[in-house]
């Protein structure tokens, strides 16, 4: 499995609550914050919930 690098860079204010827990459960606490990941199906379907917020690239 590959790496997958994720930027917010959407505010999370006046999402749904689903959204800002799906950001904390990706590790992301704050505007413009990257976080490498493995690129596994969970961390896909969570990346999909909230990929309006993200920006996402191959690592």
Avoid: C, F, W, Y
Avoid at 10 to 17: D, E, L, Q, V, Y
Avoid at 28 to 55: A, C, F, Q, W, Y
């Amino acid at each position: 499995m590959g790496k997958v690098k994720i930027t917010q860079v959407k505010s999370a204010i006046r999402r749904p609550a689903d959204q800002k827990r799906t950001l904390i459960a990706l590790g992301i606490k704050k505007l413009n914050k990257t976080r490498e990941m493995e690129d596994s199906p969970s961390v896909m379907g969570m990346i999909r919930k909230v990929e309006h917020l993200l920006k996402v690239e191959k690592a």
